[in-house]
């Protein structure tokens, strides 16, 4: 089967978070069960330094109409890895830019995203008709969503394109992508989709609304996030379409690359460990201390990390509110994140005020976010919603016990600690109050310098957990199964 992937994040080509750990390993281990995949990114700066000085046009030119003028973008040839093909949209005076979505370390999106990604959708559209036409088009979130609206509406008669199948996968229903209506016009869509049934929600166009119509099939990822987005407290009031297609959505919990993530071979950490010999995660401890300035620590005191993007989706405000509680415990805590400044003004802040117990680096570093998996005892994750999360499962491979709030792929990945059976993974709340929050790092606090055995056996019940990628790319090729059997 050939797959065509759109997205707008890949590892190791562009990435901001999980979207692109996903869009990065996925399509290998499709590769691997025999398919064909080829995956279609934004031609953005940082992908540039990918590029061999003499690289290759797949597609020179193609032609994408806007209400009052014409684009032109090109497909540049991305190459072969691990037998994936890549393809890259250039079109520079839309993707040559600093950040993705909006100015990096600025806040708020660019404002001609509708423009950026409706260019992106169609291009890839036009591109796979000279590239190859696959049997399904796997686009992810609201980047992707113009593929199926496109797809079914003005281009429901080109017979070449009309027999593809087409599944979006939801990885965070929270970001929309909602653009004014005049957008219709300016994408030369026919008014009459700007209706509650299709495109438009609060007199918005809602890219991703129209993704969940118009596609055969949706995943989400995670068996728990498939069934909290069909309530009004997560689906961000795209609960009632979702609703309406529960038969056409499956939660497939995103999988782990242990090619990347394994503390046994991981080249970014300063030593190896496994489950038969944990020796080297206290060099990585040192190492992790010392990255974060944090010296004299005794040996006894547990290390709390955090790897995040600083965004209210990851209840990061649940911390500060339990901020000075918290440094009353022994322990130190490292933070590693960036994005709204709210959150960041607080860890520098706190590590300010408390320069012996909390420190914090307030960027994006890929290499660090592998030290602080290692180096750390306990990782915090008290997400208010999180669809699947990777880090926790990170957490779980380098033997970091995880506290998590019991919410989507949290909720469907960790377990808890249970003192008599010597059985869990972690501690979990569930409640939205920070008092839960506290009491769940209490008990992990508890076991940490009461029970050494008990902890020693969470770590190693959570390093013997397998989220490798293999079953779930199974799972998806059930789903690519099932809407080709579908379309006939
Ligand atoms: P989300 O996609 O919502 O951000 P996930 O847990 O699925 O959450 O994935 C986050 C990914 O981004 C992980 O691979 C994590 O290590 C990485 N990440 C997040 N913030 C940073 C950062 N500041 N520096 C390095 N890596 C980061
Ligand atoms: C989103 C979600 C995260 C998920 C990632 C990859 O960014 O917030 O929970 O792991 O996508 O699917």
């Not at 999106?109 to 036409?133: H, I, M, P, W």
């Amino acid at each position: 089967m050939h797959i065509v992937f759109a997205a707008s994040e890949c590892v190791p080509f562009a990435k901001t978070g999980g979207l692109a750990d996903v869009v990065g390993a996925l399509p290998p281990e499709l590769v691997r069960l025999g398919h064909q995949v080829s995956v279609y990114l934004p031609l953005y700066k940082t992908v540039r330094k990918f590029l061999p000085e003499d690289f290759k046009y797949a597609v020179r030119s193609i032609t994408v109409p806007f209400e009052y003028y014409n684009r032109f973008a090109a497909i540049v040839d991305g190459g072969v890895r691990d037998g994936v093909q890549y393809y890259f949209v250039d079109c520079p005076e839309l993707f040559d830019r600093d950040g993705f979505y909006g100015p990096k370390g600025g806040v708020g999106d660019y404002g001609d995203n509708a423009e950026r990604f409706g260019l992106f959708c169609r291009t890839v559209l036009e591109a796979s008709k000279q590239l190859g036409v696959p049997q399904v088009f796997h686009v992810h979130d609201w980047q992707g969503a113009m593929i199926p609206i496109y797809l079914r509406t003005i281009y429901y008669f080109d017979p070449v394109l009309r027999p593809v199948a087409t599944v979006l996968t939801i990885h965070n229903a929270g970001y929309q992508g909602w653009f004014p209506p005049k957008t219709i016009e300016q994408l030369l869509l026919p008014w009459d989709l700007f209706t509650f049934d299709k495109v438009e929600q609060n007199d918005t166009f809602n890219f991703l609304k129209g993704g969940l119509i118009y596609s055969d099939y949706l995943t989400t990822v995670s068996r728990t996030y498939a069934q909290e987005i069909q309530t009004p407290e997560f689906g961000a009031g795209l609960e009632s379409v979702l609703i309406k297609r529960h038969w056409d959505l499956r939660g497939i919990l995103n999988g782990v690359d242990y090619a990347q993530w394994d503390p046994a071979r991981d080249p970014k950490l300063a030593a190896h460990y496994s489950a038969e010999d944990l020796t080297g995660k206290k060099e990585c401890r040192r190492d992790l201390l010392h990255a974060f300035g944090l010296n004299d620590v005794p040996h006894t005191t547990p290390v709390i990390g955090i790897v995040s993007r600083f965004a209210t989706q990851k209840g990061l405000d649940f911390i500060a509110q339990i901020a000075d509680k918290l440094t009353e415990r022994n322990m130190v805590l490292v933070a590693l994140g960036n994005g709204e400044p709210y959150y960041e003004n607080f860890f520098r802040d706190w590590a300010a005020k408390r320069p012996h117990q909390i420190a914090t680096q307030i960027r994006y570093d890929e290499s660090l976010s592998h030290k602080l998996e290692a180096g750390s005892d306990i990782f915090l994750m008290p997400s208010r919603y999180e669809p699947s999360g990777l880090n926790q499962m990170y957490s779980l491979k380098y033997g970091t016990v995880p506290v998590v709030r019991a919410t989507g792929g949290l909720e469907d990945t960790i377990e808890e600690w249970h003192a008599d059976e010597r059985t869990g993974t972690g501690f979990k709340f569930y409640g939205y109050h920070p008092g839960d929050l506290l009491w769940a790092i209490d008990r992990a606090l508890w076991v940490y310098h009461n029970d050494p055995d008990g902890w020693k056996t969470l770590m190693l019940n959570g390093m013997a957990k397998d989220y490798s990628w293999v079953h779930p790319a199974k799972e998806y090729v059930e789903v690519y199964e099932e809407v080709l059997r579908r379309r006939g």
